[in-house]
């Protein structure tokens, strides 16, 4: 019934803020290894041994810096196998540039591994991933979880509605934040959503279930899943921001239906990139993680995750009408820059 998230936002500075563990907890190693397909019983140990001290670069429980016209909010969706921390690079980097950005964990068992509490006494219980079930088509599976999931994007919208009002909202985690601070500090009339791989049809897919999402950014979205009868029915510009190595002709062709529909709705393609450039795994160097997770392409991951923030917001100023210079990367959504083409490369005349 409740909502998993992490929240990213601008803060203050404060000298000695502790800076929260990117793998919160060793129950996530396991989860990832299974996921990968590795033995639970050697792979965990090792990935906590080899990332399990990672911290993420941001204050933990930060003093929230007040904005008198409230900061547009921005729902993350994470990918198949991922969970609410993988994204973190994207996630603050666009809350550095003012913005509240709410990364969720889904429990449509698509996370690696997660959990929730119950109302007594707050036990914890575990929710893992799951495959998909032998003799059951992958379609009908897919479109169940990515249904779900844009439902807890909605969810998540009405609970930044209820907190802006001043609605007490209970917070079984018992966390020092308080989240009252955060109300008048979000601007509801500008919101995205925003995902990675099965995240970014669900970003899709949101747009269709809330107008209250006034667009899209679809990080190498996973299109799979979607019904095709729901195509005509997005309303909203999309941003595809597609990897070199991930895409297929049939996935272009769905985010093509879109295009052809809106002209805002854009398609570009960073070239060097990999599926999993757009998480924070591309960071993290070791042959070791780079083997489990194939994490790196050819470009490096800081120019990859500038190119990814900063079309996301040249195409967030346009549609949320913001008043900053990030028009300054409007070429970007064109396609234009250096390690960036429009569209996806199969697409491009060999001539």
């Not at 669900?202 to 209250?212: F, R």
């Not at 780079?290 to 490096?300: Q, V």
């Not at 390690?339 to 005349?349: D, G, K």
Request: glycine share 6%; net charge neutral; with cysteine.
């Amino acid at each position: 019934q409740g909502l998993f998230l992490r929240l990213f936002y601008p803060c203050l500075p404060q000298a000695g803020a502790e800076r929260p563990l990117w793998i919160p907890r060793y129950e996530y190693c396991g989860g990832l290894a299974d996921f990968a397909h590795h033995s639970r019983r050697w792979c965990a140990p090792l990935l906590s041994v080899a990332i399990g001290s990672c911290r993420v670069p941001v204050s933990w429980n930060g003093l929230f810096k007040p904005c008198s016209s409230g900061y547009p909010l921005i729902i993350f969706s994470h990918g198949l196998g991922a969970f609410r921390t993988l994204y973190s690079s994207v996630c603050s980097e666009l809350a550095s540039w003012g913005f509240a950005v709410a990364a969720l964990e889904h429990r449509d068992h698509s996370a690696s591994v997660t959990y929730f509490c119950t109302a007594e006494a707050g036990r914890e219980e575990w929710i893992p991933y799951q495959r998909v079930p032998q003799g059951q088509k992958e379609f009908y599976f897919r479109n169940k979880q990515v249904h779900q999931r844009a439902e807890e994007c909605v969810r998540a919208l009405r609970l930044f509605e209820d907190i802006s009002s001043g609605k007490s909202v209970p917070n079984v985690l018992h966390q020092d934040f308080d989240l009252s601070v955060l109300k008048d500090s979000i601007d509801l009339t500008k919101v995205a959503v925003m995902g990675h791989s099965f995240g970014g049809v669900t970003a899709v897919l949101a747009l269709v279930k809330e107008p209250g999402f006034r667009c899209a950014v679809a990080l190498d979205a996973w299109m799979f899943s979607l019904e095709n009868a729901l195509y005509p029915e997005v309303p909203k510009p999309v941003l595809f921001i597609n990897t070199e190595k991930f895409q297929t002709p049939e996935n272009v062709a769905k985010m093509k239906r879109l295009s052809s529909r809106n002209s805002q709705t854009k398609i570009i393609t960073i070239l060097g990139s990999v599926h999993q450039s757009q998480t924070d795994f591309t960071f993290l160097t070791g042959k070791l993680v780079s083997r489990i997770f194939g994490a790196r392409g050819t470009l490096d991951p800081y120019k990859g995750l500038d190119i990814t923030s900063r079309a996301a917001l040249a195409f967030l100023q346009r549609h949320l009408n913001l008043e900053e210079e990030l028009d300054q990367w409007d070429n970007l959504l064109e396609g234009i820059g250096d390690s960036v083409v429009p569209e996806a490369p199969f697409c491009r005349s060999n001539l």
